[in-house]
């Protein structure tokens, strides 16, 4: 593997904590068999407007690639990214080598991957009906993703979707993926949401035990529920133009991953799997060590009888276990979230290609942010949480 030092961070190999991959129009009917090909995700034209469908007709995305960086490079600012797709933009939002490339000049090591078109969280596929065809769009992609990261030297890692909706389907792809060399998962943070049992029910149990068993993190995108997405829409008051509407809502999607943690936190999985990893990803820093003092306080002045399960507090638990991730917040905020939270627990990302990515100017940003921090501390926020918790080898 490619060893990459910046002229900020000297003998750092710098890893991104969440970064995304514009799916090709190919990805879904290139690896589909013939009784799906038909039905798998796909582009098609609707009222003239190319849209990702899925089982026919069912719209399931937008007809954008998500990337707002322009095949020279430059940055789009606005909602104009809306209307490109993968042609339209910079190769290494959907391509391997463009990406790599892009990688080696801004000196990234390497990048955790989330999709696009599926939701953040997976739940775009509860649009389909049929079961099998679910979980073909599940498998389809993952194998599609363990082969970018084959191909990539294990520097592009996709997370692994899981078929929620099924909590032993969930087990088997899990297991599936793992031995494809896959580092971690990808999972809807609320699947009550759609229906499904809250995660402190026993319904889970499986699902914790073979991602602790296996060493997966489990990872929880910002706006991955129906419910995270019906929040980001009803916030913004609706008089407002677009541009207004999507930034208020964006900003309130990173507070939304609260929902998940409070409850996770107080649940007595952590308890039971001390070796389980969660993440909070593309949701900032700053707020989590107020969330976290509350949650200590209120637990003992409202709740004290009810959470005589629990043998540490939520901060505890999350220093232990929790991790998040920070990318434009500025040293004000970042610094004392590292000091509450330990260095242990944080971890530096570009978003890279969406509208709030740092690019092009990822690593002079994180020095920024971080540089003030003592150079053990920038090391771990850089390099060695990501590579410890991802299991990425740094020879």
């Known amino acids: 593997m490619t060893t990459i030092d910046t002229p900020y961070f000297p003998g750092i190999q710098i890893i991104d904590s969440d970064a995304h991959w514009s799916e090709p129009h190919d990805l879904w009917t290139s690896r589909a068999p013939a009784k799906y090909k038909d039905l798998v995700p796909q582009m098609k034209t609707r009222n003239g407007k190319r ?16 990337s707002a960086i322009l095949p020279d490079g430059e940055k789009i600012v606005g909602l104009d990214f809306l209307k490109l797709d993968v042609d339209k933009v910079h190769a290494a939002s959907s391509q391997m080598a463009p990406r790599l490339e892009m990688l080696d000049t801004l000196g990234i090591k390497a990048q955790i991957l989330y999709p696009n078109v599926a939701g953040f969280g997976n739940q775009n596929f509860m649009k389909v009906q049929d079961f099998a065809l679910r979980h073909a769009c599940v498998e389809i992609y993952n194998d599609a993703m363990a082969e970018l990261q084959s191909s990539s030297g294990d520097r592009l890692l996709p997370m692994i979707l899981v078929p929620w909706w099924d909590i032993a389907g969930s087990v088997e792809e899990i297991q599936r993926c ?12 609320n699947p009550q949401d759609s229906g499904m049992p809250e995660f402190n029910q026993p319904d889970w149990e499986p699902f914790w035990e073979v991602c602790e068993s296996l060493g997966l993190p489990v990872n929880f995108h910002i706006g991955s529920s129906e419910g995270d ?39 007595d999985i952590p308890d039971k799997h001390p070796d ?48 998040g991730t920070f990318w434009f917040e500025s040293a004000y905020n970042v610094k004392p979230a590292v000091d509450y939270l330990g260095g242990t ?17 990822s690593i002079e940003r994180a020095q920024q942010t971080i540089g003030a921090l003592t150079p053990e501390v920038q090391k771990m926020v850089l390099q060695d949480n990501a590579a410890r918790l991802y299991g990425i080898d740094l020879n």
């Open 276 to 323: 389980l990893k969660f993440v909070s990803v593309e949701s900032g820093v700053g707020w989590i060590p107020f969330l976290l003092e509350a949650l200590d306080y209120q637990m003992g002045e409202t709740a004290p009888n009810h959470l005589k399960h629990l043998s540490m507090k939520p901060s505890e638990y999350f220093k232990r276990q929790f991790y």
């Open 345 to 361: 627990q944080v971890m530096f990302e570009t978003d890279f290609p969406h509208p709030t990515c740092l690019y092009p100017r």
């Open 178 to 189: 793992a031995a494809l060399g896959m580092k971690g998962i990808v999972m809807c943070s």
């Open 229 to 267: 997405m019906d929040w980001f829409g009803k916030v913004p008051y609706a008089s407002w133009p677009g541009e207004v509407r999507i930034t208020i809502g964006g900003a309130s999607l990173f507070l939304g991953n609260a929902r998940w943690m409070s409850n996770l936190l107080f649940s």
């Open 51 to 66: 849209k990702w469908v899925v089982a026919g007709d069912i719209p399931i995305s937008g007809d954008s690639a998500a």
